[in-house]
């Protein structure tokens, strides 16, 4: 949905430390950043454990600002897509996140499009741990069968399939509205 800037912006900071693959990969096995996306460190102590581990020269407080800035503006056709199934069914917002992003993604305009969010900083949980799934259908109060998920990490829909959701793999190439089209849902 939202354009993410993280591991361009990481190879960046690193001053040539990481290579934009590198910075891709430190981004998703980082359990520092996995933990912060649990809620389980504040946003300084998470910028503190950041910059040491992945030797950054700027000061926590300035690599928090700029990771702030990482979700950039809505991929195109993602608001369009979001907005063709209002009204036609219930629509909730399932996001690995945290304080500083969602921040960013509230003044977007995300949180808006949603009847309801789920945000892996307040479940105390992310995908593709299977306890993040049974938090969102529980709440949803939904059969598993009758949620339909859309991911565009592979190992995040397999997790939803585990979990007896239906889940499909949105690609970047294709999008969200291609994703809803093979669905059936537009």
């Not at 209002?86 to 003044?107: D, M, V």
């Not at 949603?114 to 995908?127: D, I, P, Q």
């Not at 939803?160 to 239906?166: F, P, S, Y």
Request: charged share 25%; glycine share 6%.
């Amino acid at each position: 949905m939202v354009d993410y800037r993280g591991p361009e912006r990481l190879a960046a900071l690193s001053n040539g430390r990481l290579s934009l693959a590198e910075a891709r990969t430190a981004l998703s096995q980082t359990p520092a950043l996995h933990a912060f996306e649990r809620g389980e460190l504040t946003p300084l102590a998470f910028a503190e454990q950041a910059v040491q581990q992945w030797e950054l020269d700027v000061s926590p407080g300035d690599f928090i600002a700029d990771f702030e800035t990482w979700p950039e503006r809505f991929l195109p056709g993602a608001r369009d897509a979001i907005n063709a199934l209002e009204g036609k069914y219930r629509l909730a917002c399932f996001s690995n996140i945290n304080i500083p992003h969602w921040r960013q993604a509230e003044t977007l305009g995300l949180a808006q499009l949603f009847e309801k969010t789920f945000l892996s900083h307040e479940l105390g949980a992310r995908k593709p741990e299977q306890r993040a799934y049974d938090l969102v259908i529980n709440s949803l109060d939904a059969p598993p069968a009758g949620v339909l998920f859309f991911d565009d990490v592979a190992e995040n829909v397999a997790a939803a399939r585990e979990a007896g959701v239906q889940a499909q793999h949105v690609d970047a190439g294709r999008g969200l509205l291609s994703a809803l089209s093979d669905a059936g849902v537009i």
